[in-house]
Every structure is written in structure tokens, then in C-alpha cells.
Nanobody, 130 residues
Framework: QVKVMESGGGLVQTGESLRLSCTVS??????????MGWFRQAPGKEREGVAC????????EYGDSVKGRFTISRDNAKNTVYLQMNSLRPEDTAMYYC?????????????????????WGQGTQVTVSA
């Protein structure tokens, strides 16, 4: 059984930083066989692709709203992917989810297609106060 567990969310003020972590277990193949993604969803809004990273960690993609502020990375030895979020804004407030793709590779197109991701965590809440 695949388990995806996010952590690191919280309440911060505008301009502050947070680092989210996501640990995955139970995958059919080794963790470094999979690209990984982060999504977020605010109340009343659609799920939005935030960032993704390829299996090796050597290539990444970002949604336009977070480019230059967020950094995705991974530690394959720990089955963990991270999302470093700097210069946070109130509009970044959302539930953040980590996801494993069915077979899609990390791309801008993949970030637009949450249905291409098959395993999701429960999410971790990020709230940024003005």
C-alpha cells in the first residue's frame, strides 16, 4: 500500500519561509524511479500544480505563481521530496499536497493535469497572514 505523508505546514506571516516535506513508502518500484509533484488547493479553487522534480532531482518545473520563490528538491535515500517556500504571500494560503504520478514525467503539462498523479497524501495546511 502506497503511503504519502506531507508535513511542515503552518501559520506564517507575509515574507516568511516554510519547508514542506513529503515521505513516500510502499511504491512498487524504488522511489528514484518516480518523478514527484507538489500541488495546492485553496478553498473554492481548483487544484493547482506548484512544482515537480524528475527522478534524479536534476530537473524541475514550477507553476508561474511560485517561480523564483519556491524550490523543489528530493533526497532519494530518504524517499523524501521537499518544497522550500520563501517570500510567502497571503495568496499562497492553501492545502499543499504531494503526489506520485501514474507514469507522467515532470513537465509543465503534468502540473496542469492532477489526474496524471495517482497517489496523494492527506495534505498539509499552509496559512500566510497579511
Amino acid at each position: 500500500q502506497v503511503k504519502v505523508m506531507e508535513s511542515g505546514g503552518g501559520l506564517v506571516q507575509t515574507g516568511e519561509s516554510l519547508r514542506l516535506s513529503c515521505t513516500v513508502s510502499g511504491l512498487t518500484f524504488p522511489f528514484d524511479d518516480y518523478d514527484m509533484g507538489w500541488f495546492r488547493q485553496a478553498p473554492g479553487k481548483e487544484r493547482e500544480g506548484v512544482a515537480c522534480v524528475i527522478w534524479s532531482g536534476n530537473d524541475t518545473e514550477y507553476g508561474d505563481s511560485v517561480k523564483g520563490r519556491f524550490t523543489i528538491s528530493r533526497d532519494n535515500a530518504k524517499n523524501t521530496v521537499y518544497l522550500q517556500m520563501n517570500s510567502l504571500r497571503p495568496e499562497d494560503t492553501a492545502m499543499y499536497y504531494c503526489a506520485v504520478p501514474h507514469g507522467a514525467v515532470c513537465s509543465i503539462q503534468a502540473l496542469s493535469s492532477p489526474n496524471d498523479f495517482g497517489h496523494w497524501g492527506q495534505g498539509t495546511q499552509v496559512t500566510v497572514s497579511a
